[in-house]
């Protein structure tokens, strides 16, 4: 090992690179190696998302059409067939809690009864809609249809 040899361990040592924009003699001075006027050489520059040189980006070019109403309320549909399962299991008084208790809705979910199958059980169903045809089966079969 001699002085000429030595050198630091790999990985130890982090060059950032030159320091730009300190002076003519630095090497890097005068634009800072940023190139002559434009955005990208002005400081503050941030290319926007979606930025595509001054060409028309994508998500104008592209066409839009449909509607989105903000205020749509979106219902989970369940079964009278599922209703039916859970009163067979001795469920007889058939909430929301119920329904999320048993992995058929979720907690923050709107719940609608829906008249698919059919419900001989008399059960006690309370959430936050029916379809006419469900409220009927259910009465039909000595339950209560309440809304929340």
């Given amino acids: ?16 690179g030159k320091r730009v924009g300190r002076g003519e003699g630095s090497g890097k001075g005068g634009t800072a190696a940023r190139g002559h006027k434009g955005a990208k050489s002005r400081s ?8 595509e ?3 028309m980006p994508l998500q104008r070019r592209v066409p839009k059409f449909g509607f989105k109403n903000i205020n749509r309320k979106e219902y989970r549909g369940v079964g009278l067939d599922q209703l039916e399962a859970l009163a067979a299991s001795g469920q ?33 169903v309370t959430v936050h809609k029916f379809t006419a045809s469900a409220k009927s089966a259910i009465e039909a079969a000595g339950g209560t249809a309440t809304e929340i």
């Fill in 44 to 51: 503050g520059y941030s290319k926007k998302i979606g930025f």
């Fill in 1 to 16: 090992m001699n002085l000429h040899s030595l050198k630091p361990a790999e990985g130890s040592v982090h060059r950032e």
């Fill in 53 to 55: 040189g001054g060409q």
């Fill in 92 to 124: 007889t008084d058939i909430t929301f809690e119920v329904l999320v208790a048993n992995g058929i809705a979720r907690k923050n979910d709107l719940v609608k009864i829906l008249a698919n199958g059919a419900v001989s059980s008399k059960v006690n």
